[in-house]
Structures are given as structure tokens and as C-alpha cells.
């Protein structure tokens, strides 16, 4: 079982030994809170999405559902359904119970309004990975410049070369250049992409952006759960031209029909698993068109003969190393 | 109900609150292609064919611009709605959505039987595009056979999921599934099942593209060929609103006819496989004369089998002759039945009630089928509250025999009175008009029928009954007449002639009329359609229908085709150069 499975059901069952959770909590009569056991069974990313967790619970299929109308006003059992993050959740306490602040909630919302910035107060658990010499989540504050940021995880002994600030589906951001961008909403809004997860993957220059874009589209051609005709035909079509792209076997029309094909598809779908498919492949076309061209000109990978291969092809993404 | 006002392509609609944009487009006659959605089936919005731009008015009341296109069928109608179903946003995502589902397709439409009525093929045609960019090998999924009457090509679905949902909402049985994810989709057998449900075939039909086809009609025929005719379904007294497919006088499958108030868009397999007598090699196709105690004998003509019959009908006189009709004929055919033998020394056969143990949805008069109770709690209900069920009665006409000859000459004790009379040698002739396939008649009508001197047996196939005969007349299968059933309802609907008689084969209403003429009585001229008129003037339980009236109009003419038929625009060769010079190669 993962750790962080243990780790929640654990939490779970505490709260319910200290009741805090279960029938009539804090002494209250028909005051119910009930926390199940999240599911296990494996099933696709799509359906951990907004849309998609009340058809799952309910054991209807783990696919989003296509009601028009927002969980918020019918979701799980067509009743109005809140779905939070567990970051969003476990900060709640903090800000508005005091809690650790003597129950002050003033002086919880005011610490809270201490960090970060105006827009976005607060902090964020960043998870950072990748080409870093400490990967691990870090707690900072919102807007938090990405190049401190990097450096706090130990920074890299090469340079970078790009970095996806917000989870794989965020658009990817080149290094340097964006070295000074503020990891908040708005910073990271303004830079054309989005702090998302806030799962920051970093990448050097031994990367083939191809590559990456190669791995993140395997991942989304088997996370789709295939409801949606743009998204389950899309993610392995983009797949396929990607892999050929990598093994040299590329044309120059590819680039324009996977742009056509994401043009397609996003906005098209019951969830936004379309446009987490393509925005990385728009960005990483539009940022490394040049990297895109080597390979389908030169014939081949021209890092697979490179730098990258010096540096022992070290996986990309892979969180902890 | 107060109703919603909005507008479709600048039409003013009002329908009310909760109905779908896509309802609402397709009652009013505006066409948006559409896969997954079912009128009948709960919304899906996978398929993602329908989509069209909505505009809602903002806070100042101008209509806003839709950044994104929305699903028709998941779009509910609100008030100062614009929809747009032409716009170059609308254009542009139904030929995306039509280059995804080719993608992965086989474009085996040379071996396809879905061809011709596959909404792949028409709305390719006509929203689609000309070319492919897809360079990649296709993914391959399973072929099998989900059971009796189904055979799935995995290549060629589409993954709308119509199929998963009929068996899960309409037939209750939850045969089929989905399984896999992403672009590895595919419908399967739910674990240890067989997709042999009496409602089985129904998925063939609202399959809009030809991953799923009838096993029954497998490379048989193309579809372009086949006259389609509207009928009522024969095999139960539910009458199921169908339509005939015939090719060259053939009769290739059956379809179910869209009747809200009767089948919905459905129909069993029972129904569905029964016309195949039709075309049995025991069809009787010529006349025979069989006497009982001489060797001769041998085929005659119509006119001097009719002759034979009045002979032996004058011979028996009124006292000494029978006469029996079976619940499969048709109104008309009953009311000169019954103008020509009365309703006295008449009795009805029929075909018995359903024996199978198997489960599915059965409706019908239980007390005179105890053995089967009503299962009302599975199937989805109609339009009228009524669910899709199988009647236990398997005759199609028991009403209109009841209400034209009477109850008490349709009730078994009559039937008993005659095999007694027969059995006592009181009876000199008997008059049978079966015309029911696949009929055993029970044990003491067969021998009463040896036991009676003469007895004349108008059917459709050699038997027990054409046995039991001295004078054969071959009949016609009810595909084979004009007419109307009234169904356990009480519902009276008109049947098409979607085939001439075969052979020397004769109507029941051809006979009967040249018997009347033989017998020297005034016939008159006897169309089903003036008969019809007779009964509604004469028979109480008729009166106020009208010929047309019977004959319900599909708003929806088959359930796999669009609310109106379409006319596919031409392109030209210059169109269609223009298209593909836009693509790559």
C-alpha cells in the first residue's frame, strides 16, 4: 500500500478515535461527519478531475460526468457536492480554525495574509523534481521567484534548459528566461502558463524536449479514460507522431497536424483532459520548434548522441531520485 | 408548464424547461449530427458529433459569443438562447471530431454492412473532410460474435456506448460493457455472459455505425437494394410497428418502426428472426385435393379447388360444417370470415402462449397464462407508461378476432365443442384459415380434424394441420397481405403487402371471397380498404377509426436514421480537389 495511502487512513482513523470525526463530533447532536476510505481500485486521471469523482464514488464508471451542471450544485447523487484538493483542506485549520494560534481565526487569516502576495496570499507546497540536487515538496510562499526556488532544491551542476511549472500539463517555460518568473496564479498566468499542481518539473540542457514531450504524451494516452471522442483518439494519435518525431522518422507536416490535432481537441471534451494533452505540446512546439526540426532534418535525436548521453540519459520526471 | 423561448439558427422555438437543445433541434426539423445521443437512452455526451455554439445573453442583455462550442444533447434550453448550428466554430469542431473517429477506423465500408445507412459514412460525407493526416499503424481491437444474433467488429465502433446503455436501461440484462481505457476502448461481453437476450437485436439497430451488425443478414444484402415496407410485427400481441425489408421479392430483415405508444424504437429477436418461414422450402405453393379414402388426387387450380370446397360445403350443409379461423388473420379477412360462416358453428385457433423458461419481459393476460407472471420491474417504460414487454399471447389478432366473431366463438370451450361434434361424427366439413407458421395443432384437434370427412385447410407450409386435410389451399404469410391487426391492446394498426403471394399461393381474403362467389352469395367487392370500412361501420368496437388513421407515421422512420431524411449535398470534383489540396498529401 503507498505510504501516503497509510499515511491518510491513518489520519482517518485517528480522527475518529479522538472524535473528531463519526456520529454527534465535538458533542454536538446530529452533527455527522463521515470520512470513507478513498477508492484504490487503479483508474484514470481523468476521473481524480472535478467532473470526474462523483461518478467514481458512486461506482458508475470512472469517467467524468457529462451533467452541464457544476459538482457544486449537483454532483455526487445529483446532491451538491464541494470537491477540494487535500492541500486546500489541510490548510483550513490554519487559516480559519487558528488553529496553532490558540483558535485566534483572526490571526490565523492574518498570518496567512503575511505570505505571499497580494493576489495570492499564502503558501503552497511546491513539488519539485527533476534535474535538481534536492528534489523533494517545499512548503514556500506564494510568488516565490522560480530561480530561488531552484536554488533552495540545491540547484544543478548544468545549466537548465526548461522547466513545467504547474504538473505536467502546464505549459512548459524556457531556462533562463523565465528564471524571475513569480510562482503564483497571477506571475505564472502572465507568463502563459499556469501553476496547476504546482509540481515543478526542471529539466537541463541533456533533455530532448521531444523526448520529455514523447514521455508526458505516453503518460496521457494511457491516463485518458476514453469517453470523449477528441481526447481518446487525440492522445495516442499525438503519441504516435511524437514517438516518430523522437526516432528520427518525423516529417515537417507532423508539426502542423499535431498543433491541427490540439486545436481539435481542446475545449472539445466533457473534462480539460484535452487541454492538458495540448497545451504541452503546443508550448513545447512553440518554445523548441527549432529541437522539433533538428530531429525530423538531421534524421535522429541529436542529443542521443550528445550531452545527454554523457550524462548516463537520466530520466526526467521521475521525482525522487 | 410555462415554456422557454429561444432560437435555433434565428428560428423562434419554445419548448419547455428541460429539454435538450438537441431535442429541441430535431423536433423543429434543424438536423445536428449526433452519435451518441438516444432519444430513448439517457444522455452520454461522449460522442461529441452534436456540438453547437450557444450564445446567452449576458448582464446588459446582448448576447454574448461562445468561446467553445457546446454538446447539443447535454445543453439545456434557456430563455433568450441563440443557437447556432452553422457557424465556422460549429464547422470546424464536427470536422475535428470526424477526423478522430476515422482515425482508428478501418474505412471498410466495400465489406461492411452498415454501408449505405452507416452515420459514419453520411455525416463524413457531409460535415467531414476528404483526407486524413493520419500517418500512424491503427490500433486493432476484437471481432467476435456477443451472441446469437450479434456480431461486433471493434475496428469499426466508434465508442458511443449506445449499445452498453440499451442493455443496461431497456433490456435490464447489463450483457455488454466497456472495458479498457483511452484509445483501447472497446464493448465486450460482461464476464460469463452471452448476449442472447430476446431484445438483443435491438443494438444492431441503434448502432449508428456497423461495429455492430445482425449475424442474421451478414453480408447478405446491401442496404441500398432493399423496398422498405411499413408492417405490424405478427409474433405477439404486442404489435410492434415494423418495417419490411424486401430485394427482389425477399424478404431480408425485419426493423422496428419508431411507435411511441406501442414498441418505442424496439422489437424482440423472436419477432425480428420471424419471417424466415416465408421463404421455408415447406412453403406450400399449389393446391392440392388429398382424399382420405381414395389414392388419387393430386395439384388443381384455384377455381377448381374453390369449387371442390363449395362442393363439399353444400354437400355437409349448415348444420354439418365448421369453420375455423386462427387469430393471425387479419380483420378484413375475419369480417367476410364471419359473413360467410356466421358466428355459430365457428371457433378460433391460435398459437399457444410462450413455453420458454429463459427470463425476459412477458405481458399479457394472466389468467389465461397463469404459468407466466407479469415482470414489469425490469425494461424502461414507453411514452405511455407502458413498458417494452413480449406479450405471452403469440398471435397477432386474438383481439380483433374476439371483437369481430365474438368472445364467445373465440373461447375454448367452442374449440372443444367442435373437436366434440367432430369427434362424434356430427361435423361433415370443416373450414380451417390458419396461415400460422410454426403451429402444432394440440392432440384432439388433430384427430378431429382426421375424424371429419372433409376438411379444407387454407396454410402456409406442409404439416400436422396440412396433414389432417383432404383439400390444401396454400395461403399467404401475413408479409404477403394488406389489412389490420388489432393488438392485445386493443390497438388497431394496418399491415403492407411487401411481397406478392409465391406460387399458386392465394390470400385468405382471395379465398374466402371467391368461396362466397362459388356459394352463390353476394360478395361485392372486397378490398381490404373497403372491408375496413364495412367493419368500422358495422362493429361496434371499430367504429371511428379510419383507414388512414390506422396506419401510424414514424416522426422518426427508422431509429438509426435522422429525424428527416436528408438530402446529402453533391460535392463537386473542384470541391473536392479544394479539400484535399488543404491536406497534406
Sequence with gaps: MPLGYQRLVGAVQEAYERGLLGKGIFGIDGFDVEIDDPPRAPAPTSAAKRRGCSPRWRAAGATPSSSPLSPAVSGLFGCPTVVNNVVTIAYLPYIFGGFG?????????????????????????????????APGVYELPLGTRLGDMLELAGGWER????????????????????????????????????????????????VCVVDALYNLLRFYAHESCGQCTPCREGTGWAEKIVARIEKGQGRMEDLDTLLGLADRAIGKTICVFAEAFCWPIQSCIALFREEFEAHIRERRCPLRAGPRAAAGERAVGAGAH | ???????????????????????????????????????????????????????????????????????????????????????????????????????????????????????????????????????????????????????????????????????????????????????????????????????????????????????????????????????????????????????DEVVHRLKPRHNPEVNGYWMCDFGRLGYKHIHAPQRLLEHRWQPRDRAEGGRLGFQSVIELVA???????????????????????????????????????????????????????????????????????????????????????????????????????????????????????????????DYLPPEPLAQALAAVPETVVVDLADGPLAGAATIVIAGAAWAEKRGTFTNGRGRTQRLEMARPTPGQARTELEVLHALGTQLGRPMGPCSPRRLFGELVGEVAAFAGLSWEGVHHQAPEWSPHMAAQPRRLPVLSPAALVRQRGGGAG
Aim: proline content about 6%; some cysteine; charged content about 25%.
Design chain 2, 311 to 437: 362442393e363439399a360445403i353444400r354437400t355437409a350443409g349448415p348444420e354439418g360444417t365448421w369453420a375455423l379461423a386462427s387469430a393471425w388473420l387479419t380483420n378484413e379477412e375475419l369480417w367476410l370470415f364471419r359473413r360467410l360462416f356466421g358466428t355459430e358453428q365457428v371457433a378460433l385457433i391460435a398459437r399457444p402462449p410462450w413455453q420458454e423458461r429463459r427470463f425476459y419481459p412477458v405481458w399479457g393476460d394472466s389468467e389465461r397464462n397463469p404459468s407466466l407472471p407479469r415482470q414489469r420491474e425490469r425494461g424502461r417504460l414507453l411514452e405511455d407508461g407502458a413498458t417494452f414487454m413480449i406479450a405471452a399471447d403469440r398471435n397477432p389478432n386474438r383481439t380483433g378476432a374476439e371483437r369481430i366473431l365474438g368472445e364467445q366463438a373465440c373461447a375454448p370451450a367452442r374449440l372443444d365443442a367442435f373437436v366434440n361434434a367432430a369427434l362424434a361424427g356430427q361435423v361433415r366439413c370443416a373450414v380451417v384459415l390458419a396461415s400460422m407458421p
Design chain 1, 101 to 133: 494560534r490558540g483558535g485566534d481565526a483572526e490571526a490565523g487569516i492574518a498570518w496567512w495574509r503575511s505570505h505571499g502576495t497580494e493576489k495570492s496570499p499564502g503558501l503552497m507546497p511546491y513539488s519539485i523534481s527533476g534535474h535538481v540536487r
Design chain 1, 159 to 206: 545549466p537548465w534548459k526548461a522547466v513545467i511549472p504547474g504538473g505536467s500539463s502546464a505549459k512548459i517555460l524556457r531556462l533562463p528566461e523565465s528564471l524571475d518568473v513569480s510562482m503564483d496564479f497571477e506571475g505564472l498566468m502572465q507568463a502563459g502558463t499556469m501553476l496547476g499542481s504546482a509540481g515543478v518539473i526542471v529539466m537541463d540542457e541533456t
Design chain 2, 1 to 247: 408548464m410555462d415554456k422557454v423561448r429561444f432560437r435555433i439558427d434565428g428560428i423562434e422555438i419554445e419548448a419547455p424547461p428541460g429539454t435538450m437543445v438537441l431535442e429541441a433541434a430535431l423536433d423543429h426539423g434543424i438536423f445536428v449530427p449526433h452519435y451518441c445521443f438516444h432519444r430513448a437512452l439517457s444522455v452520454a455526451g461522449n460522442c461529441r458529433m452534436c456540438m453547437v455554439e450557444v450564445r446567452l445573453p449576458g448582464r446588459d442583455g446582448k448576447l454574448e459569443p461562445a468561446r467553445k462550442p457546446s454538446i447539443a444533447c447535454a445543453t439545456e434550453v434557456a430563455e433568450g438562447m441563440e443557437v447556432l448550428t452553422t457557424t465556422p466554430l460549429v464547422t470546424e469542431a464536427r470536422k475535428g471530431v470526424l477526423e478522430f473517429l476515422l482515425i482508428n477506423h478501418p474505412l471498410d465500408c466495400p465489406v461492411c454492412d452498415q454501408a449505405g445507412e452507416c452515420d459514419l459514412q453520411d455525416f463524413s460525407y457531409e460535415f467531414g473532410e476528404a483526407f486524413s493526416r493520419f500517418r500512424e499503424d491503427k490500433l486493432i481491437k476484437h471481432t467476435k460474435d456477443f451472441g446469437p444474433e450479434v456480431r461486433f467488429y471493434g475496428n469499426r465502433c466508434i465508442n458511443c456506448t449506445r449499445c452498453v446503455r440499451f442493455t443496461q436501461e431497456i433490456a435490464g440484462s447489463c450483457d455488454l460493457v466497456q472495458v479498457q481505457r483511452g484509445g483501447h476502448n472497446v464493448i465486450d461481453l460482461a464476464p460469463g455472459r452471452v448476449f442472447d437476450h430476446p431484445l438483443s437485436g435491438n443494438v444492431v439497430d441503434i448502432c449508428p455505425v456497423g461495429a455492430l451488425v445482425s449475424r442474421d443478414m451478414l453480408h447478405r444484402v446491401r442496404v441500398w437494394h432493399l423496398e422498405r415496407t411499413p408492417s405490424i410485427c405478427p409474433h405477439c400481441a404486442t404489435g410492434c410497428n415494423i418495417e419490411i425489408h424486401t430485394q
